[in-house]
């Protein structure tokens, strides 16, 4: 049984991925600042194989990762407008902290650091699929973050030290921390919610998707791989045949549904980021294909809305969710009172 640290395992993917090695055999620790609440964790709190631990990565002791087999470093302010909101504490996360992670990680002499990068570090594509030899062209302080960050843990590899980065494709589909400001997942909400799917940024933009599972199996597999096959290795997680331009996603999303809904393009300032990724190497090294498709995504999204297991609300936008988090604190310090709210 092996001990792996999951950090921002109170996330979209890190609740998925913690209870992905739980089922494995394995011991967990969950490691996150839980912005979102740890009420989602209570099925994974009752497993005597998971810990808790509520700290910020740019925080954490060094002694938390004695006995640890292997890292899945996930905390990050999540995607590029969250990065924009403010990208002096983006970098600070984003890059600084994940880069003290993976060398707190080899000091206490861990053997495996596993990075949660993203397809967007290609940023405009160049017209053709961008593999992993693809020179990285970020466009937002979140995809820079990734490119530094991922440069950082390279920096540590060694025969001792195992560092994966996995470039993920845009996620979708069901998760205990569950987000609506994903391209799938707020298609499928407008059009259970208004019969209406709304186009943005032109809609010929191209992006690759992966559901949220295949997300958490991808670093379960790194996790369990022999080193030889993904040490010093950047690894993009997707499917080739997953890459939708975004019009083309909504019209495939509106035939899953069983209600009429209307595709409308809506005018918007013009979305730079577009890139079709080449999924080859994931393939061919370690035998990992995708489970599920976006229109699987769409149906598993619909059918629990319909019976109100999952509801649109802030927290399940992300950007949204971290301003009001924002905001609240600027109200309380500003009515305090000798550093008292009440009372």
Not at 94 to 119: H, M, Q, T
Not at 122 to 131: D, L, M, N, Q, V
Not at 267 to 272: A, C, E, T
Not at 275 to 283: A, G, L, Q, T
Request: glycine letters at 8%; proline letters at 4%.
């Amino acid at each position: 049984m092996s001990t792996f640290l999951i950090t921002g395992a109170g996330g979209y993917i890190g609740t998925t991925l913690c209870d992905l090695l739980l089922k494995n055999g394995h011991k967990v620790i969950g490691l996150d600042r839980f912005f979102f609440g740890e009420n989602l964790l209570k099925e994974t709190l009752d497993n005597p194989n998971y810990t808790l631990i509520k700290q910020d990565i740019r925080y954490v002791e060094p002694s938390l990762f004695q006995g640890v087999d292997g890292v899945c470093d996930l905390a990050a302010l999540s995607n590029d407008p969250c990065g924009d909101l403010d990208p002096a504490l983006t970098r600070s996360i984003n890059f600084d902290g994940r880069a003290r992670i993976s060398r707190l990680a080899k000091e206490a002499g861990v053997p495996r650091y596993v990075l949660a990068s993203s397809c967007s570090v290609y940023g405009a594509g160049t017209g053709k699929a961008s593999s992993e030899e693809t020179t990285p062209n970020p466009l937002t302080v979140y995809a820079e973050c990734n490119v530094k960050a991922e440069q950082a843990a390279f920096s540590l590899c060694d025969e001792n030290y195992c560092v994966t980065a996995l470039r993920l494709a845009t996620v979708y589909g069901l998760s205990k921390r569950m987000r609506f400001d994903l391209a799938v997942n707020i298609m499928t909400y407008h059009a259970f919610s208004n019969n209406e799917i709304q186009i943005t940024g032109g809609g010929e933009q191209w992006r690759p998707f992966v559901h949220v599972k295949d997300a958490a199996r991808a670093f379960a597999s790194v996790l369990e791989s022999d080193t030889d096959l993904v040490s010093g290795e950047v690894f993009n997680v997707g499917a080739t045949d997953h890459n939708f331009q975004i019009a083309t996603l909504a019209y495939l999303i509106r035939e899953e549904l069983p209600f009429p809904v209307q595709v409308n393009h809506v005018l918007s300032d013009p979305d730079r980021r577009d890139y079709n990724v080449n999924f080859r190497k994931i393939s061919e090294i370690l035998g990992f294909e995708l489970e599920n498709s976006p229109m699987d995504g769409a149906k598993e999204i619909y059918e629990a809305l319909k019976v109100n297991a999952v509801k649109f609300e802030p927290k399940t936008v992300t950007v949204k969710w971290y301003k009001y988090l924002v905001d609240a604190d600027e109200i309380i310090k500003s009515v305090k009172l000798n550093g008292r709210l009440l009372g």
